[in-house]
């Protein structure tokens, strides 16, 4: 059964905290691993990555995909308040059909 | 662009009781997505649909779920009767047919049933 696993389930850190997130995978027809954030209702696009390796940037957050291990990480430098969110990894696979895992959920303190 | 938009933002009905969803993806989007994100859990894909012919509904529960994409644009989720179970936050997103940028997701609608 395809599935997508994150680690950890909940993380409390204080501001300027470095935080990493897990996500590993089994899915069928794997095409891509996503990262979305989602504050209140809805998910928002962080990252698509689909080659091994390459690190992905966007400000203080990070991406990399393994695709021999089947996992990813996703790095958030300095964290601010602004931070708190559950983020999400998905599994992108046959024909264009998204799996999530059930998310980290970040609380970033003062 | 404008995004996708979705109505109700809240609805709170009793069991049994039917309830209907609205969506408008974003324009010239050719597929459309219905996922149930129940609390604590990740969003879980309910139908997906390619212009208004549907691709995957195989984790929609056809007892009491229906979805219709009417002309290839907006669509409308129903439950049929409701169950305390179907409280969740029903999102509908949107994608081209080249992917490079994952999906676009509404705001949801959350369901309560009591």
Request: hydrophobic share 35%; charged share 20%.
């Amino acid at each position: 059964e395809d599935k997508v696993v994150q680690s950890p389930l909940s993380l409390v850190v204080h501001e300027g905290d470095t935080v990493t997130l897990n996500c590993s995978y089994e899915v069928t027809n794997f095409r891509s691993l996503l990262w979305y954030k989602q504050e209140k209702k809805a998910p928002t696009f962080l990252f698509m990555l689909t080659s091994s390796g390459i690190e992905k940037k966007s400000g203080r957050l990070s991406s990399i995909l393994d695709k021999k291990e089947l996992f990813s990480i996703l790095n958030i430098t300095a964290t601010q308040t602004g931070d708190s969110a559950v983020y999400l990894c998905a599994g992108f696979y046959n024909t264009d059909k998204l799996i999530f895992g059930t998310g980290t959920r970040l609380q970033v303190f003062p | 662009e404008a995004g996708v938009a979705q109505s109700p933002r809240y609805k709170i009905i009793e069991k049994r009781q039917s309830v209907a969803f609205w969506c408008n993806p974003i324009s010239g989007h050719a597929t459309l997505y219905w996922y149930q994100q129940i609390l604590g859990q990740g969003p879980k894909l309910l139908i997906q649909f390619q212009n208004n012919g549907v691709v995957d509904d195989s984790q929609l529960p056809k007892d009491r779920f229906s979805a219709e994409r009417l002309k290839g644009v907006d669509s409308t989720l129903k439950i049929q009767p409701a169950k305390l179970e179907d409280s969740a936050v029903y999102l509908c997103a949107s994608s081209p047919l080249s992917l490079s940028h994952g999906y676009t997701f509404g705001s949801g609608t959350r369901l309560t049933v009591v």
